[in-house]
């Protein structure tokens, strides 16, 4: 079984920065991709951030200038710096993986994290 733990979520004023991190553990073959999302009360998951199979950054493009992800590959961890928050950015931050254990290849997904940002 493989899981992903989310972490750094926390209360932040408006104009502050965090960091979150993201740990896949269990039996893991193969990660393809790593990223993360967000959700708000009465919404869709957004997303913001990943990286790829091949290992390429990619970001939303409301997000692009203000997230940067990174990743400690011998650890299976994905690290997402937010700066600037605004209220707006108030929300559960998700983390996303697309992993190949050790029978096959599925999505998964974590608990999430609350970020609240006030102003």
Known sequence: QVQ???SGGGFVQAGGSLRLSCAAS???SVIHSMGWYRQTPGNQREYIARFTVRGI???ADSMKGRVTISRDNIKNMV???INNLQPGDTAVYYCNADITNSD???TYWGQGTQ???SS
Do not use: H, K
């Open 4 to 6: 992903l733990a989310e």
């Open 26 to 28: 269990g039996r893991i």
């Open 57 to 59: 950054q990619d970001y």
């Open 79 to 81: 690290f997402l710096q």
């Open 104 to 106: 096959f290849r599925q």
């Open 115 to 117: 970020v609240t940002v």
